[in-house]
């Protein structure tokens, strides 16, 4: 099977940056996703790593390590509305894909 | 171009009974997924429907099931309902089986 450990809660300020790990457990997988979570609200896909290395989409980025079974989601210069959830999701294929329990940030002024 | 959408958004049912959930599909995605997420939990994969056909299947008990229609909207179907199925019912689609899965907001399920 698979499995996915993240922080269960990460708090940082306004304007600061923020990292938020992942690291997983699988015997293989075509790539990591990202996904945002408002409180009440639908996963919003944010990231995708099928490579290793940094992808990077505005104030977020995202970075893979396949040898180290390890990825990361950077937020830059964070705004009150990045307060959410934060989930991690390997592809493992066949579409399942397997999210890990999420890291709630909250952003405070 | 409109998002996935799901209803009913909310619903309540008792112990033992049934339900259906619908999702519609982007347009032009063609593949549909359903995942649970229990209250305070990650996602769980149930379902994958891909041009009318069950692709792939989560750890769910037979009393899961779904349909996807020749539009490629779906239902997804929960028999015998247990007080432990109460969750928020999230339908995700994607342009074909390779490409992001885009999620719908959800239908809240509460069993009493």
């Known amino acids: 099977g698979q499995s996915l450990e993240q922080p269960s809660e990460v708090t940082a300020v306004e304007g600061a940056i923020v990292q938020i790990n992942c690291t997983y457990q699988?015997?293989?997988?075509?790539?990591l996703s990202w996904y945002q979570q408002h409180d009440g609200g639908a996963p919003t896909f944010l990231s995708y790593?099928?490579?290793?290395g940094l992808e990077e989409t505005g104030r977020f980025s995202s970075f893979l390590s396949r040898s180290d079974s390890y990825g990361y989601l950077l937020l830059q210069e964070l705004q009150m509305k990045d307060s959410a959830s934060y989930f991690c999701?390997?592809?493992?294929?066949?579409?399942?894909?397997?999210f890990g329990s999420g890291t709630r940030l909250q952003v405070q002024p | 171009e409109a998002g996935v959408t799901q209803s009913p958004t909310h619903l309540i049912k008792t112990r033992g009974q049934q339900v259906t959930l619908r999702c519609s599909p982007i347009?032009?995605?063609?593949?549909v997924y359903w995942y649970q997420q229990a209250l305070g939990l990650g996602l769980q994969f149930l379902l994958w429907?891909?041009?009318?056909?069950?692709?792939n299947r989560g750890n769910f008990p037979p009393r899961f099931s779904g349909r996807q229609f020749p539009n490629y909207s779906s239902e997804l179907n929960v028999n015998a309902l247990e007080l432990e199925d109460s969750a928020l019912y999230l339908c995700?689609?994607?342009?074909?089986?390779?490409?992001?899965?885009?999620f719908g907001p959800g239908t809240r399920l509460l069993v009493l």
């Open positions: 699988t015997s293989g997988f075509y790539g």
């Open positions: 429907y891909d041009e009318g056909e069950e692709r």
């Open positions: 999701a390997l592809d493992t294929g066949r579409r399942a894909l397997t």
């Open positions: 790593n099928a490579l290793d």
């Open positions: 995700a689609s994607s342009r074909d089986s390779q490409e992001t899965q885009y």
């Open positions: 347009s032009g995605h063609t593949s």
